[in-house]
């Protein structure tokens, strides 16, 4: 049973509601300096921490609950006969409860141009000190280090009289995680003010194993970031199917960073395989831009990962019959599409994510090679200047296609190269894509302009234009605009995009060969512009 806590908190929130739910139990509380005034002001009976220890406050604060008279109450093991005499030899009563929260260490270095006093008089001592021996002692003791907490401890102790184990196990962990957090960012910062080092410390919790790596012999786990804000895969709520695997994450996360490129003005599909998007496409309907991601690569659509950021719907979702992918990703289902997906098969995961519309909350990605770790800032923009290079202008109607096309770049696989086409006025999809080679040429002769007349064909044959197949691939291949992720080091890449039927051609430029690829440009017919910004992903 708790009979005497300790509060003593920065953070002050619901700090004088918490102590008058303890009061009402009984609880005797012993406080310091702010917390004890705001508890005084608030009728709450209180014991100041000097009248404990026999000692003032001193050294401007620096010295408050150091004190056997505190420490030996909250560590003494209650089932030890010889600790407990002692701690009554000692006159130290025992302390049952903690609620501490620390010195706003990382929001006082965060602020612009503060001072090294100024962080180091933010670095807590007492608090972490009592919070770990509070901890330590979880089994007689609750220790509370965050406010949204002090609801549950109440109800429990209104419930049954006492804090469960359970509870107090789970606090203890939360206390000695937060004091590490805590750390850390002290080392961070000192290590960076004091000695000009560079440190990185990462957080992740609530690991889980998956399935398996990204072959069955491996093993693997998930463990999520508490802290990240906006849409993550850690955030998405399992609706239906069973566990995800190690590539079930990568390519998810692929996915989702795929239709982010796109935002939310219109619906729109990413579909991908092997963490390249092998359809991408906007609609005026879900429906409409499912059939035309679909359309982009109907055989890589097989166990393939959808992402989405429509409510996924029924007539989306009876498009799928017959069609196998592996998980469905999107910020809700309608229930009678839910219900159809979840008949289709057991083992279809159904992933909601109701933040998958919002603004990513991070800035950086990160990459661990063996024996370090890789950060970098997001691959944020498309390009620094949209520049006409040949002599035919770069047309200002092929923008619009021109920018889905480098967002869809963005997200394949170097050497990339996409060619997309505007299927209806203002929709646009993915005709064909060539990823991952090691040079830019064979990423356009032998996968994305052979793969566009694949694609073409299955279309041509289902729609049955008034042409022949020669005749529509043609017209349609001349209507593409084809993105490269980097610039061309050689003119054979134009040369072979032209002889395709490709007129239409954006790249970031920069080669010191550019008079050379241009040259080629304005012998084909090619219009051509720079962008100035390379978009390699490995």
Known sequence: MVKRALLSVSDKTGIAEFARGLESFGVKI??????AKILRDAGIEVTDVSEVTGCPEMMGGRVKTLHPRIHGGLLCLRESKEQMAEAEREDISLIDMVAVNLYPFEVTVSKEGVELEEAIENI?????????????????????SDPSDYGHVLKELRSTGVVSETTRAALAVKAFRHTADYDAAIDTYLSRTLLEENVLRLNFTDGVKLRYGENWHQKAYFYKDPKIEGPTLAKAIQLHGKELSYNNYVDADNALQTIKELGNAQPAVAIVKHNNPCGLATGSTLLQALQAAWDGDPISAYGSIICTNETFDLEAATFLNGKFVEIILAPDFKLDALEYLKNKSENLRLLKLPELREAFGTEYTYKYVIGGMLKQSRDIGLYEKWESVTDI??????????EFCLKACKSTKSNAVILAHEYEPGFFMVLAMGAGQP?????????????????????YERENPPTSFEAYCKKVMSECVMASDAFFPFNDSIIYAAEN??????SPGGSIRDGEVIDAANRLGVAMAFTGMRHFLH
């Not at 608090?127 to 509370?144: D, E, I």
Request: glycine share 6%; charged share 25%.
């Open 501 to 506: 039927n490709i007129h239409y051609i954006v």
């Open 30 to 35: 012993i406080s310091t300096g702010g917390t």
């Open 124 to 144: 807590d001592i007492g608090g972490p000190t009592l919070l770990r021996s509070a901890a330590k002692n979880y089994r007689s003791v609750t220790v509370l």
């Open 439 to 459: 040079n830019r040429v064979d990423s356009i002769r032998k996968l994305a302009a052979t793969k566009a007349v694949e694609n073409l064909r299955v279309i």
């Open 393 to 402: 202008p770069y047309p200002e109607e092929k923008r619009s296609l021109s």
